[in-house]
């Protein structure tokens, strides 16, 4: 058989009941070749005239921010909206004129310099991005080249209508029809992680048409076709097509398509054709452009800068009104000149008295020029480096580095590292961020009476928080090799002892129940025998690998039939039992239960039925109810350790019953009217009943390690945490149970479109009229719920809100959102369920613009996209499947855990760092920027600068920028061991304490203070005396030399003063910042005059031999420095911020001290209501023990 393998022939249409009766046309297939339905896909003709004309996106697919053509004027467009930025740029023009007070050169060069490393940086992060993107668009598969031959080709080169083949455990490199597959049916199993995040596996069927015909690569060489269908839309989860071939139209739906980034499974290949390519797909149509993003503190620089220039103006025509004063009174009624020696009866405009008005003007734009440097310039870029450094830091990070994987932590871009520390509010993924796609049958309950002693993750950490041991037993079993999903361990059924059971008939049926109920498919290992599953979901992959290691080993499966290896109650011994198979009764989100019905060797017929408690208990019969009270109790005790359970039920049937069933349900099956869901349902409900109990299952949805803990820590951080999933309502709120982010004491608040009356309208009524109900009835419940939370506004009731998609579609609209946005912000947690990746997106956007605070989405998948890049900052997790969500995140760790140090240590260092350096920055600009005000005001404004020209421009550069650089990358306020053991510290991020305009303004006074003393002392100590033994008096260029050296010491001492973790390189860049001054100013005067001009040198025959002036330097260093030290001793002694007090507990000795240290840890304390602290917290209230474990410190809210 050429290019393919023999077809496999097991019909799982068979096993997939409901999905695989016959197609008909809907209402929507009748909107074909209207609006929206407009796409029209010659299928193998991707290169025909009607092809052509039709001009569709190729399938490159790119992420990154820039182009080659765009990256010059984008980036520098980046670089100017920064309006410091623009500002320099508009001075440095003017330098070009007559009017500057200093060369174009000096002005010129600095902000060149910026520029240039910043873009070289933002070019860096970019090409990273394009290099992922050209690893995924050069990817290969198999396309036909139109002969009957498959060759493999780059994704890049797909076009709308080319036929592909892929490959089993293959993804899908556009959204592609599914033709044919290696079964006879045309059933493959694909993989949707990367789009919905469910790692359970879906199964699509081609059309029976195609499937007929199209066997292998040679059947394609005249196969033509026309599919017409919808336009490109973000919808994942409906399709509307038709499929034309020789006279034939076939309706196609969502059955028939396989979505791009999704993954092939458990099928050996399958034929598409491509539908969508590029970004017309719906996984790229579920995602948004790349946005430029900027942090909250970023913003508010801006804000900072705005209000300088408006200082530097404000001055600036001030001292012009003056100037223009001064100037015109310059000439006298007799003639004289007041200031003879400014020549104003020789001047051109400048200082002629009788153009005062345009010399006032000109020397507006002069003092502009002059008092640019209260703006510092290397601001920017000291912070573009100092966020590299810190991004290196964090990639560096050993405890962020994961072993397994051998994946570290990857800060993607560093432009918002200090957005780390101010989260307010999570949003995260569940699947594979959460849980790492993987159950664990962990205990049972059969007959009344509990099986198991496997601990949960939140039983786990709950006995750990208090000191006590979860379990010696499985303490002694925790090194032990585990089977993947088995972590069972009870000796009284493991091994065959359930045979010794009171009850060992009803274990029995319990466990063949496992080993037969389910629709997964073996695959024994030829080299050693063992069996391996494939199963639609994790949970059914845990039952059948339980009832194997249980005993009940499932080992084959054909069209009709399945065989267990099981253990014989009366021989002891294992046999080989068939099981005829004759109906699969599938698993839905609206039934809650799956069933199968078989036939036994001896002929007799079972219903063998598991499903969700809700509906299992209400359809068991009168005589199945003995186990039914401690079956509730034990499931409630499952529930509230975190885990998923089923009721496990069956009932025999009579053969008479079965045959008209058999025949009911066909007809149903095979029914093309609207109303055959309806049908389907009422022929299983009549089956599904009267059912025998023999117990339930509890598997642990296997959270990733540390979850649980990092949720506890992040809750007692103050941090709120919204799960945002695709998985169906019960599976997330047993998440939420599991991480500790629900719990049993909570009110839920469930918003859902599950109620009878829209269940009927839904079979029956029109979609205007179902659209108007389920607004309605979202809007109603929204209103309910936030009548219960302002009800209990007053008491310590938790609430938790849980919405699935349908409901959330209309809480987003714009006359809704608000409301919704309130009642969720005010509940403890928020689990939406069901959403589409768009829905995340915008839900993500709501809180972000509704709370105006900083918002952290986190996930794993593909579908995560959108909410990755609406989100302030957005986490990828680079786990096992696709790398969709890394490359479009800031920051990439792999594993969930690793969030607790990333917010609490890194986000709280760079937090800190990052607002302290923008205010030291400020304060010394501005400390710089007064003395040339004072000097000029001295100088009877006449734009004359206090400081040589280079001495100006170098000052940021050279003179003080390494020492706030090194304050940016090193200064840590406490350690990364007490921003663990004190979380609320990380609230002054989130509050954004230490840049709060109180703390900016207060900086900047600090910077007026300091330049008045400087200035002042130095005119002071200059003015009467003689400065050398030659009897010189100090000449501007001394006068300003000593100023200047003044105002590098006193800007490298105050942030000696300012530095709470002094290291080696801290003490190297601030005396050697110092000393480079001197260095300077040795080289540069000894420089020609031409070059030099007044600083020839000064330093050398003025400055330094003068004892005067190391004595001046010293007397105005220490002067200066005094009133900041006075008030930062008083404040720490008698007004101590809160890491102050952690500090005074690691530096002072206070934590020996246990009233001091209880004193701050009670200081910590906040009322959370999520995570395990919280549970624990609730469970001690019940008990009455809460106030006594705060009090011994067993809980730290």
């Not at 039952?543 to 084959?556: D, H, K, Q, S, T």
């Not at 956007?845 to 996209?865: C, E, H, Q, Y």
């Not at 200035?1015 to 050398?1028: A, I, M, P």
């Amino acid at each position: 058989m050429a290019g393919g393998r023999r077809r496999r022939r097991l019909h799982l249409s068979k096993l997939y009941s409901y999905t695989c009766g016959k197609s008909n046309f809907k209402e929507d297939h009748s909107q074909i070749g209207g609006p929206g339905f407009s796409r029209v896909v010659f299928c193998n003709e991707p290169g025909s005239p009607e092809a052509e004309r039709r001009s569709y996106a190729g399938n490159y697919v790119r992420s990154t921010k820039y182009t080659v053509a765009s990256f010059i004027p984008k980036s520098l467009f980046e670089q100017f909206r920064r309006v410091a930025n623009f500002f320099f740029l508009v001075t440095g023009l003017l330098a070009l004129t007559p009017l500057s007070p200093y060369g174009a050169t000096s002005a010129l060069l600095p902000l060149v310099l910026v520029i240039a490393a910043t873009m070289v940086k933002e070019g860096i992060e970019d090409w990273r991005r394009k290099q992922q993107d050209i690893e995924m668009n050069n990817r290969k598969v198999k396309v036909h080249d139109g002969n009957g031959i498959f060759r493999q080709e780059e994704w890049r080169n797909l076009r709308v209508g080319d036929i592909v083949k892929v490959q089993k455990d293959e993804f899908f490199p556009a959204d592609l029809m599914l033709l044919s597959s290696s079964y006879e049916d045309s059933i493959c199993y694909v993989e949707t992680m990367n789009l919905d995040g469910e790692t359970n596996l879906k199964v699509k069927q081609g059309l029976e048409w195609t499937s007929s015909m199209l066997h292998q690569d040679s059947d394609f060489r005249d196969f033509k076709a026309v599919v017409r269908c919808e336009d490109p839309n973000a919808n994942l989860y409906s399709f509307v097509g038709s499929f034309e071939h020789e006279e034939q139209k076939l309706p196609l739906s969502i059955q028939q398509l396989l979505l791009r980034d999704s993954k092939l499974r458990n099928t050996e290949y399958v034929y598409g054709a491509v539908i969508f390519t590029g970004h017309d797909t719906k996984v790229i149509q579920n995602s948004t452009d790349p946005p430029s993003k900027r942090s909250t503190i970023e913003r508010k620089m801006d804000k900072i800068i705005y209000l300088m220039f408006g200082v530097v103006f404000l001055i600036s025509f001030i001292g012009s009104i003056i100037f223009g004063v001064e100037t015109r009174d310059d000439k006298e009624s007799n003639g004289k000149m007041k200031r003879w020696y400014l020549r104003p009866d020789d001047s051109d405009i400048f200082f002629d008295p009788d153009l005062a008005p345009v010399a006032a003007i000109y020397h507006f734009l002069t003092a502009v020029m002059l008092y640019s440097y209260f703006i510092p310039i290397s601001l920017y870029v000291s912070i573009e480096i100092v966020k590299v450094l810190q991004s290196i830091f964090i990639n560096q990070d050993i405890h962020m580095y994961y072993e397994e994987g051998d994946k570290p932590a990857h800060a993607r871009t560093s432009n918002l590292n200090e957005e780390l520390g101010q989260v307010h509010t999570i949003l995260s993924d569940k699947t594979g961020t959460l849980t790492c796609n993987s159950m664990e049958f962990i205990k049972c309950s059969i007959a009344g009476t509990a099986y198991g002693r496997g601990v949960t993750e939140v039983e786990r950490s709950m006995a750990e928080r208090t000191g006590l041991s979860p379990s010696d037993h499985d303490d002694e079993n925790r090194d032990l090799p585990k089977i993947k999903g088995f972590n069972f361990e009870d000796e009284r059924v493991m091994d065959g002892n359930w045979v010794k059971q009171p009850h060992a008939v009803v274990l029995q049926r319990f466990f063949r129940l496992l080993a037969v109920c389910h629709t997964a498919i073996p695959e024994v290992d030829e080299e050693n025998g063992k069996v391996s599953y494939e199963a639609e979901s994790p949970d059914e992959s845990a039952f059948v690998v339980a009832a194997r290691e249980l005993g009940f080993e499932f080992f084959n499966r054909t069209q009709t039939s399945i065989s267990v290896r099981e253990l014989n109650l009366g021989t002891g011994r294992k046999h080989e039992r068939v099981y005829g198979l004759l109906n699969i009764l599938e698993f839905n989100s609206t039934r809650k239960r799956m069933s199968v019905i078989v036939r036994d060797e001896d002929g007799k017929l079972f219903l063998l039925s598991k499903g969700a408690d809700s509906v299992m208990f209400k359809r068991l019969a009168k005589n199945g109810r003995q186990f039914e009270a401690k079956t509730r109790e034990h499931v409630n005790g499952y529930a509230d350790a975190g885990l998923r359970t089923l009721i496990l039920a069956y009932r025999e049937l009579d053969e008479n019953e079965y045959i008209e069933f058999s025949k009911k349900f066909n007809n149903a099956k095979n029914s093309v009217s609207a109303d055959r869901e309806a049908l389907i349902d009422e022929a299983t409900e009549e089956m599904e009943r009267d059912l025998i109990l023999l117990g339930a299952t509890a598997v642990e949805d296997k959270l990733q390690n540390g979850v649980p803990d990092c949720i506890d820590k992040l809750a007692q951080a103050g941090i709120k945490i919204w799960v945002l999933t695709g998985d169906k309502m019960e599976t997330a709120i047993n998440i939420g149970f599991a991480c500790s982010l629900l719990r049993q004491e909570m009110k839920q608040i469930i918003i859902n479109l599950e109620t009878p009356d829209i269940i009927a309208l839904e079979k029956s009524g029109e979609k205007d009229e179902i659209e108007m109900a389920s607004r309605e009835s979202v809007v109603k419940q929204i209103r309910e719920g936030k009548a219960q939370l302002d009800a209990s506004f007053t008491s310590s009731e938790a609430f938790a809100l849980i919405i699935d998609g349908k409901s959330l579609a209309y809480a987003l609209e714009d006359d809704i959102s608000k409301t919704f946005l309130d009642l969720a912000t005010g509940c403890a947690s928020v689990i939406c369920c069901r959403s589409s990746p768009k829905q995340k997106a915008l839900v993500t956007r709501l809180v972000k613009t509704g709370t105006g605070k900083t918002t952290l989405a986190i996930g794993d998948g593909a579908n995560d996209v959108g909410m990755l890049q609406e989100a302030d900052i957005g986490i990828g997790i680079s786990g096992v499947e696709g790398m969709q969500a890394v490359m479009s995140s800031d920051i990439a760790i792999a594993q969930f855990r690793y969030l607790e140090r990333l917010l609490l240590v890194h986000g709280h260092w760079c937090y800190r760092r990052i607002s302290s350096m923008i205010c030291y920055f400020f304060y010394k600009n501005i400390t710089f920027g007064v003395t040339l005000f004072l000097y000029e005001t001295y100088a009877s404004f006449s734009a004359q600068p206090a400081y040589n020209e280079w001495f100006l421009s170098l000052f940021n550069v050279f003179f003080s920028s390494l020492p706030v650089i090194a304050l940016g990358v090193f200064d840590q306020d406490v350690s990364a061991r007490f921003c663990f053991k004190f979380p609320l510290l990380y609230q002054e991020g989130v509050q954004n304490v230490l840049f709060s305009w109180r703390r900016i303004i207060g900086w900047m006074l600090n910077g007026v203070i300091s330049a008045i003393m400087v200035f002042f002392l130095c005119k002071e100590s200059l003015k009467h005396q003689l400065f050398n033994s030659d009897g010189k008096t100090a000449g501007w260029e001394i006068v300003g030399g000593t100023m200047y050296s003044c105002v590098v010491w006193v800007v490298n001492l105050q942030i000696a003063l300012s530095i709470s973790y002094f290291t080696w390189i801290q003490h190297i860049v601030i005396w050697g910042s110092i000393g480079i001054w001197y260095v300077f100013l040795l080289i540069y005067g000894a420089i020609a005059p031409s070059f030099s001009t007044d600083a020839y040198k000064v330093f050398v025959e003025a400055l330094a031999p003068s004892p005067s002036y190391w004595f001046i330097t010293l007397f105005v260093m220490i002067s200066t420095l005094i009133p900041y030290f006075v008030y930062k001793s008083i404040q720490m002694r008698f007004f101590p911020g809160y890491y102050q007090m952690i500090q005074w507990i690691r530096y002072e000795g206070q934590s020996n001290d246990p009233e001091f240290v209880e004193m701050v840890r009670q200081r910590s304390i906040r009322p959370t209501t999520v995570g395990f602290t919280a549970r624990r917290a609730a469970s001690s209230r019940k008990s009455g023990r809460f106030h006594e474990q705060i009090h011994h410190g067993l809980i730290h809210l």
